[in-house]
């Protein structure tokens, strides 16, 4: 396993990450979550994320109790705020109120004295951005969190938060989560050259696509039943991707990957988002120890010149059929 800065902190984390996004306190069982966690120590894995929200605190405590038997200084932990934990108004989004309160929540879930990455979960439209970044401050103060990041901010808001964290002599933003693959790409336009200018580092969330960029589905097929697309309850933006003339091109990559890497499509996918310099981790979830060991390979795979220009005129031909994000 290879490792990286997380944007201009001194903090090194994995090249693969390892989330807990619809899978620990939900579709996966403890005792699952807990060999696929040992699994991916066993790999050199130290970046590990969840959030409040997910199954409401459930994967916290999952996550939480499994790191429990590692060393602290071990792993690398990020939870993130923002979503709805109650039905009172101010149970939800980024006013100072509700992230002292779920840090605290956080803390107790996870079983930990202190968070290494705290992010927020999406930008508050009704909380003033400066009053965000000051509680955020204030918890690094504390030594309740280390670094604090935000998750799918835009270019202008990740770029006036810099601005406020300058003007207030705040500890500085260290990181975005967006989702990134080669389906989706628009971080490259405006978040990725922001970001890198100013020093954050991208921990990318959904890098094989819900799963399309594993080759599990196939063109004219019926979906598998045991896929994610064929769960009612989380199968969401994977239906925008199972479209006959997206597949046919994501066999093509599959095929690319096989003939001229001898690697998985998963692989060949996670090696191309970690191309990126301003990437720091790509998150990859799990159902299986299997799984992690098999991503975890993309961190020794490297793209040669001409094989991303082969990969980028596939893309080209995707770019029609993709829907807007």
Request: include cysteine.
């Amino acid at each position: 396993m290879k490792y990286r800065r997380l944007g201009n902190s001194g903090m090194k984390i994995s090249e693969i990450g390892l989330g807990s996004w619809l899978t620990y306190g939900e579709t996966v069982g403890n005792q699952n979550a807990k060999e696929i966690i040992h699994k991916a120590f066993d790999l050199g894995i130290n970046f590990f994320d969840t959030a409040n929200a997910y199954n409401r605190g459930a994967a916290e405590k999952v996550v939480g109790e499994i790191l429990s038997e590692f060393s602290r200084s071990s792993y690398v932990l990020a939870t993130k705020v923002y979503f709805p934990m109650g039905e009172g108004p101010n149970d939800r989004g980024l006013s100072r109120k509700h992230i002292i309160e779920q840090c605290e929540a956080s803390l107790t879930r996870l079983g930990v004295d202190y968070i290494d990455l705290y992010q927020c979960h999406r930008f508050d439209e009704e909380t003033p951005t400066e009053e965000t970044l000051m509680a955020l401050d204030d918890l690094v103060r504390q030594g309740k969190i280390l670094y604090y990041g935000v998750s799918e901010w835009s270019a202008a808001q990740i770029t006036d938060a810099v601005h406020l964290t300058k003007s207030r002599n705040l500890h500085p933003l260290v990181s975005n989560q967006p989702i990134y693959n080669m389906l989706v790409r628009y971080i490259e336009k405006e978040v990725l050259p922001v970001s890198e200018e100013n020093g954050i580092g991208q921990v990318v969330f959904s890098p094989l696509a819900q799963g399309i960029l594993t080759g599990k589905y196939k063109p004219g097929h019926e979906i598998p039943s045991d896929s994610r697309a064929a769960n009612e309850k989380i199968n969401g933006l994977i239906q925008t991707y199972l479209k006959d003339e997206i597949l046919e091109r994501v066999a093509k990559l599959e095929a690319l990957a096989k003939n001229e890497l001898n690697v998985k499509l998963s692989q060949l996918a996670i090696a191309w988002v970690l191309r990126q310099p301003g990437v720091s981790s790509a998150i990859v979830g799990a159902s299986r120890p299997a799984q992690v060991e098999e991503n975890a390979k993309a961190s020794d795979i490297v793209l040669s010149e001409a094989l991303l220009e082969e990969i980028s005129g596939i893309l080209q031909e995707i770019d029609g059929f993709l829907p807007k994000w």
